[in-house]
């Protein structure tokens, strides 16, 4: 049985990612989550960084690579 990714006109595609919208540089049918390394299909891709350039499945990735990304996040500041 094939999945959707299979078949000719099956590649992963290169994308731009910009600020609420991305644009396709290379067509294809999909792009790999950078944290999981999951498919997303483009009409499903909704989650990703701008300014790290990568693509995530879910808001929770987002925030996990955010995380990792910046530490310091993770500190709660005192309220003055």
Known sequence: MMNR???PGAREAR???LD???QVTSPG???RCVVT???IPLDELKY???ARQEPYVSASVSL???L???PELRVRRASK
């Open 5 to 7: 990714f299979e078949g």
């Open 15 to 17: 994308i731009r990612y």
């Open 20 to 22: 609420g919208d991305f």
């Open 29 to 31: 049918a999909f792009v």
């Open 37 to 39: 390394g999951e498919s």
């Open 48 to 50: 990703w960084s701008v």
């Open 64 to 66: 996990q690579r955010e």
């Open 68 to 70: 990792e990304a910046n």
